[in-house]
């Protein structure tokens, strides 16, 4: 009897433009809270140097009223995100939340590191996965920093964690990130470049993306008018990488 591999199913993918953990998103924390299946963990990488423990206590407090309990994934310095035991508890998770803060902290400690490998397996085979603000940027394959300090509207790319191909995220496009678009179609002038309004969400569900919160999904595909998209469907976002080709390692 000829049998056949049953390849497991990503689990569902949010990217969330900022102001997490706040009234207004309720209806996809609500959503992702529910596929929860598996240890639920927050990883406030971005927050490293800004008092995390505030994040992984709002984080905590917000996904309580979901009936969820979240622990902190402590992911700090590149020595954490290295350590075998928190590697464990990554591949075991069913649930991660990578609040805003520093993209670049995101990128530089979980990109390519075991840990960070290891949430993104976790992904593939069914768990969670969710970034707001800095933590949405840096699944993409690009991440937009600060070109110069001091200074906020100027973007360059870096890697990011590449979950999202050829793309990347403008977090608080309703407040101030829409000003970072000229800089960041410079750097990135192929790539797909995601506008999310705070307090919404981009969330990808076995194939396709859809928009959730109380604001809008801009997308600026290269070439295209800009798409703004209100409710519903959003076209134009890559599909994620779902299956591991090694680009990760």
């Avoid at 997490?20 to 927050?47: K, M, Q, S």
């Avoid at 984080?59 to 994934?73: K, P, T, Y």
Wanted: charged share 20%.
């Amino acid at each position: 009897m000829e049998s056949h591999r049953v390849e497991p199913r990503a689990g569902l993918l949010a990217l969330v433009g900022g102001d997490e953990f706040h009234a207004g998103n309720e209806p996809h924390d609500a959503v992702l809270a529910a596929a929860a299946r598996g240890p639920a963990y927050v990883i406030a990488t971005a927050a490293a140097r800004s008092r995390p423990e505030l994040a992984v206590r709002h984080a905590q407090e917000w996904f309580r009223r979901f009936a969820l309990d979240v622990a902190e994934l402590a992911v700090y310095t590149g020595k954490q995100a290295r350590d075998p035991r928190l590697v464990e508890q990554a591949a075991q998770a069913g649930f991660c939340y990578i609040p805003g803060g520093d993209p670049g902290l995101v990128a530089s400690i979980l990109g390519g590191s075991p840990v960070g490998n290891a949430i993104i397996a976790a992904w593939r085979s069914g768990a969670v996965l969710a970034g707001s603000s800095a933590g949405a940027m840096a699944l993409c394959s690009d991440t937009l920093v600060r070109q110069s300090f001091p200074g906020h509207t100027e973007r360059r790319a870096v890697p990011g964690l590449g979950v999202i191909p050829n793309a990347a995220v403008i977090p608080h496009h309703d407040t101030f990130g829409r000003r970072w678009y000229p800089s960041a179609r410079a750097a990135l002038p192929d790539a797909v470049l995601i506008g999310i309004d705070e307090r919404t969400c981009a969330l990808w569900e076995s194939g396709s993306w859809r928009r959730l919160g109380v604001g809008d999904v801009t997308v600026y595909a290269p070439g295209q008018p800009a798409l703004h998209v209100t409710s519903g469907v959003l076209e134009g976002i890559p599909q994620p990488s779902t299956l591991d080709d090694g680009s990760l390692s």
